[in-house]
């Protein structure tokens, strides 16, 4: 089975930047996408960004473009997400997870097939 791992969280002021890395520990798998969701108190989870693992092609939800970038590192089974300009409302617990198959779309979370147990992401004002 892939396990996923996610590091990188803390508390950051608003405006402030932090990068989270989401590292695929065991034996190599074939993801098809690889994306960051996140869920903040009393809301439910919501895709934030996704890579195509093999073309590279990304997706974002609307509220983070131009703000967090997200990529991969084929060598290292990582997934990164570099956010920049956080705002309080970033605020959540931040999962990382992997679709096997392949998807044209990145937004379903009844669509992956691994997680990992998330990193918490704290923005003050």
């Known amino acids: 089975q892939v396990q996923l791992v996610e590091s990188g969280g803390g508390l950051v002021q608003a405006g402030g930047s932090l990068r989270l890395s989401c590292a695929a520990s065991?034996?190599?798998?074939?993801?098809?996408?690889m994306a960051w969701f996140r869920q903040a108190p009393g809301k439910e989870r919501q895709f934030v960004a996704g890579i195509r693992w093999t073309v590279s092609s990304t997706q974002y939800t609307e509220s983070v473009k131009g703000r967090f970038s997200i990529s991969r590192d084929n060598a290292n089974n990582t997934a990164y997400l570099e956010m920049n300009y956080l705002k309080p409302e970033d605020t959540a617990m931040y999962y990382c997870?992997?679709?096997?198959?392949?998807?044209?779309?990145?937004?379903?979370?009844?669509?992956?097939?691994?997680w990992g147990q998330g990193t918490q992401v704290t923005v003050s004002a």
């Open positions: 997870a992997v679709r096997l198959s392949y998807a044209s779309d990145f937004e379903n979370t009844d669509d992956y097939d691994y």
């Open positions: 065991g034996r190599s798998f074939r993801a098809h996408i």
